[in-house]
């Protein structure tokens, strides 16, 4: 059975370990998001586990990956966990409006470690994440996916995403083209 749990220290060395093997919880900054994690668990573990959960946006701004920063948004992150660590999803939001600001890719993000691809848990993930939105006053959610990320479109679909249609990444993310997606909640 997968689900999604609050991260804590009783999951914290299974997280590391995914971490250590080379898996990435971020789409876009990838091993250069590993290694700050890395340093920020073996620097102060229960610190870094609170930067994870931040529903009220009090931590501090976000780096863009072209160097620019942003006000932080309140979000955050629950791992996939079926026993270890399966990745990790995480919800973000402005408050007041289900609208996102341009920089912002969509209000929510998964990845799956590479070796429990397939077995449908960033489907689960993202269905039991879509309680989450609507707990925090959602009325939608955009998803956006590479062009050629065919899995990740199959689990947008799979819980009922529309395609809005294609769309070019801010600068910050070099332009390239994506698609988005919305979940009616």
């Known amino acids: 059975m997968v689900e999604i749990v609050r991260p804590a220290l009783k999951h914290l060395p299974s997280y590391k370990a995914a971490l250590e093997r080379g898996w990435s919880p971020d789409?876009?900054?990838l091993l250069e998001a590993t290694r700050?994690?890395?340093a920020a668990i073996a620097?102060?573990?229960?610190?870094f586990l609170a930067s994870l959960d931040d529903p009220e946006a009090k931590g501090p701004r976000i780096a863009l990956p072209d160097g620019t920063t942003v006000p932080r948004l309140p979000g955050f992150r629950r791992w996939i966990w079926d026993g270890e660590i399966a990745g990790s999803i995480g919800l973000r939001?402005?408050?007041g409006t289900s609208a996102l600001p341009p920089h912002v890719l969509g209000h929510i993000g998964y990845a799956v470690v590479?070796?429990?691809?397939?077995?449908?848990?960033a489907t689960e993930a993202l269905?039991?994440?879509l309680d989450e939105a609507r707990a925090v006053g959602?009325?939608?959610v955009e998803i956006t996916t590479?062009?050629?990320n065919l899995a990740s479109q199959k689990v947008v679909l799979a819980n009922g995403g529309i395609l809005v249609g294609p769309f070019a990444k801010t600068a910050a993310y070099g332009g390239d083209e994506s698609l988005k997606y919305r979940i009616d909640l």
Do not use: C, F, S, T
């Not at 620097?43 to 610190?47: F, L, Q, R, S, Y």
């Not at 590479?114 to 848990?121: C, E, F, I, N, Q």
């Open 36 to 38: 700050e994690q890395l």
């Open 93 to 95: 939001w402005q408050k």
């Open 27 to 29: 789409n876009v900054r």
């Open 127 to 129: 269905r039991l994440m």
């Open 146 to 148: 590479d062009l050629d």
């Open 138 to 140: 959602l009325d939608y």
């Open 114 to 121: 590479p070796w429990k691809a397939g077995r449908g848990y």
């Open 43 to 47: 620097e102060d573990p229960v610190a």
